[in-house]
């Protein structure tokens, strides 16, 4: 029994499948992770928004543009670094549309979510620095909930391991080919192909870590002008460093190394550079002035129904004929 115990504590299992059937509807694992992540991320932001004297409202409106964008900026990095699985020899151009199995590039992501976010925040008058340092936090967060979704699809782990916290991989089959399938079908059999790093846990945790590290530093310094989000994302990118040098998934590389290994020391050094400049801006930005100032210049603006409706209101002037006149008309 105890050796039972302790080879049961030894290892972290995997889950035997990421996709559920409601009739021929799937459920997918991953996408529901990223749903959720997005969830929390909105949830989190507008309540971060408002203490900081934001509108009601405004992050869950920008988020109807930040986030198709990020979604599509995110796929585009994955499919654009790792387009040998796509167009290359045997890959199927088609599966660069699958979202669903997996693939979204975080920095394509955050790059093409911040313009979706720039044009929803100019159309509200909003900073987008200020709106970046709000919704910080959640982002990451959401990134670490999205993690969970590679952990049932049996993807992002590191070498072997004899580690206590080693994952389990098993071989995944279509019960109905009995075809391999490792993202669509189910483990059979329970007896792990491989123990590996959860390299995914890794990140997953790492993630939670930078998510109180900016808490802590916004509340200490009164961080603002983007600052927060800069402090996310240098420390995002000091953990992905890393942790993508430990993974073996397949990956494009240069001069043997990882792309996104390049990716995350340029990002991590454009991120400090950012710190120290947006420094110099002062204090954080107030957002309540801001909408004290934007709410009578929209007020001193009548609305064009409204000028329309009063001069359909006001009297037309009478005219009292002049008795010295005559018509001259014949």
Known sequence: MTATVSAILATIPSPD??????????????????????????????????????????????????????????????????????????????????????????????????????????????????????????????????????????????????LPWGLEIYRRIDPVTNLEDPLGGVAMDHTPIAVVHPTFLYELLWNLGVAALIVWADRRFRLGHGRVFALYVAGYTAGRFWIEIMREDHA???????????????????????????????????????????EPEEAAEPEPAAEEKAAEEKPAESVTPDPTKTDKTP
Request: with cysteine.
């Open 17 to 162: 499948r990421g996709v559920w059937y409601i009739g021929p509807i799937p459920l997918r694992a991953y996408a529901l992770c990223i749903i959720a992540g997005i969830v929390v991320a909105i949830a989190w932001g507008e309540r971060r928004f408002v203490a900081r004297g934001g509108e009601k409202g405004a992050v869950t409106d920008i988020a109807v543009f930040a986030v198709p964008f990020g979604l599509v900026g995110g796929r585009l990095y994955h499919v654009a670094t790792d387009w040998p699985k796509y167009f290359g020899p045997g890959g199927n151009p088609v599966d660069a549309l699958k979202i669903w199995q997996g693939g979204l590039g975080i920095w394509g992501a955050i790059a093409l979510g911040a313009v979706g976010a720039l044009i929803a925040c100019r159309r509200r008058g909003i900073p987008l620095p200020a709106f970046a340092d709000a919704v910080a936090p959640g982002i990451v967060v959401a990134q670490a909930i999205g993690r969970l979704g590679n952990w049932f699809n049996q993807e992002l782990y590191g070498g072997p391991t004899d």
């Open 252 to 294: 494009t590389l240069i001069a043997g190394i990882r792309i996104n290994v390049f990716t995350s020391v340029i990002v991590f050094i454009g991120a400090v550079i950012y710190l120290v400049l947006a420094k110099k801006r002062g204090e954080r930005e107030d957002l309540a002035a801001l909408r004290a100032e934007r």
